[in-house]
């Protein structure tokens, strides 16, 4: 009996907690907090950022649709950078896989992030990769799965300005 009563708290728990997560990944719910490291292993907070757009684009090495917005996305960011942090966040490739792509492309205005644990990857519920969530002054704006064309992101992250 003792064992049920345990087994059905954790249970109920579990479910709470994964609906709280399953919540904060919709558009127009608050955008759950990161847990991922730039190359230098510092641990990044969206919190701590001033930005009130801020873009995450969930890639992987090997990815060409990944790996085609990243350029444009670092153009875009040069000219808002008081307004707007790109974010690529990586979960499938090895740190050096990662900060090999980084030196090949060498982005000014792209963070690259690891998330090891692949935290973040489950709190935003990601399956598939170019995943890009646009977030304005702390709620999920929109959710774009697989590659989109520059000019309709582009359009959208104007209109969020």
């Given at each position: 009996?003792?064992?049920?009563?345990?087994?059905?708290?954790?249970?109920?728990?579990?479910?709470?907690?994964?609906?709280?997560?399953?919540?904060?990944?919709?558009?127009?719910?608050?955008?759950?907090?990161?847990?991922?490291?730039?190359?230098?292993?510092?641990?990044?907070?969206?919190?701590d950022d001033k930005n009130s757009l801020k873009v995450l684009v969930f890639f992987q090495n090997g990815c060409s649709s990944c790996l085609k917005e990243l350029p444009y996305l670092d153009k875009f960011a040069q000219n808002y950078p008081d307004k707007i942090s790109v974010y690529a966040i990586n979960s499938a490739n090895d740190i050096q896989t990662i900060q090999s792509l980084a030196k090949k492309f060498d982005f000014k205005n792209v963070e690259i992030l690891k998330d090891d644990l692949k935290i973040t990857q489950d709190r935003y519920a990601i399956f598939a990769t170019p995943t890009t969530i646009i977030i304005k002054d702390g709620i999920i704006k929109d959710r774009?799965?697989?590659?989109?064309?520059?000019?309709?992101?582009?359009?959208?992250?104007?209109?969020?300005?």
């Open positions: 009996m003792k064992f049920l009563c345990i087994f059905i708290a954790l249970f109920l728990f579990n479910a709470c907690s994964f609906e709280n997560h399953k919540k904060s990944t919709k558009i127009g719910e608050v955008a759950t907090e990161i847990s991922a490291k730039n190359l230098l292993g510092d641990k990044i907070k969206l919190n774009i799965l697989g590659e989109t064309p520059w000019e309709n992101l582009k359009s959208k992250l104007i209109s969020l300005l």
